[in-house]
């Protein structure tokens, strides 16, 4: 599944604890959606100390050139994303589902590793944060 993913010296679960914290720092009821996301992205790309944003199923390094989010694939191709948001209003009855590119698999290794990660996690403020930041950023499709 097509997803971001955030790593802080190539550990995602300290990277998703960072996401998680910056999207609860930047969270607004009044911010739009795709703002925020975008602000998020933007910031999770340059915060630097060893934090990296990927996208994709081969964790593809996300760039900004400008106000441009992109990633270039294994072949040197520049592939632009376009991050857009939506409000989860209940009172609109509005509901979307993102169809995954393919059929997920109740088995899929990286459900499997979520479920590690957090079963290994000596502290629960950390492995819940890690748990928010996961679910946020695998929304993102």
Same mark, same amino acid.
């Given at each position: 599944?097509?997803?971001?993913?955030? &790593?802080k010296?190539? !550990?995602?679960?300290?990277?998703? $604890?960072?996401?998680?914290?910056?999207? /609860?720092?930047? &969270?607004?009821?009044? $911010?739009?959606?795709?703002t925020?996301?975008? !602000?998020?992205?933007r910031?999770?790309?340059? $915060? #630097? #100390? @060893?934090?990296k944003?990927?996208y #994709?199923?081969?964790?593809l390094?996300v =760039?900004? *050139?400008?106000?441009?989010?992109?990633?270039?694939?294994? +072949?040197?191709?520049?592939?632009?994303? $376009?991050?857009?948001? *939506?409000?989860?209003?209940? +009172?609109?009855?509005?509901?979307?589902m993102?169809?995954? @590119?393919?059929?997920?698999?109740?088995?899929?290794? &990286?459900?499997? +590793?979520?479920?590690? /990660?957090i079963?290994?996690?000596?502290?629960?403020?950390d492995?819940?944060? =890690?748990?928010? #930041?996961?679910?946020?950023l695998?929304?993102?499709?």
């Amino acid at each position: 599944m097509s997803t971001f993913k955030v &790593y802080k010296n190539d !550990n995602e679960v300290a990277g998703s $604890i960072i996401a998680a914290t910056e999207f /609860n720092a930047m &969270y607004t009821e009044a $911010i739009n959606a795709t703002t925020l996301f975008k !602000n998020w992205i933007r910031k999770l790309i340059n $915060i #630097g #100390g @060893g934090v990296k944003v990927t996208y #994709g199923d081969s964790d593809l390094q996300v =760039y900004l *050139d400008g106000n441009k989010f992109y990633v270039t694939d294994e +072949n040197g191709v520049r592939h632009d994303l $376009i991050l857009k948001g *939506d409000n989860d209003d209940k +009172n609109t009855k509005k509901v979307m589902m993102i169809k995954p @590119g393919q059929k997920p698999e109740l088995d899929d290794p &990286y459900l499997s +590793n979520i479920v590690t /990660n957090i079963n290994t996690e000596p502290s629960q403020a950390d492995a819940m944060a =890690y748990l928010l #930041g996961t679910i946020l950023l695998r929304r993102c499709r």
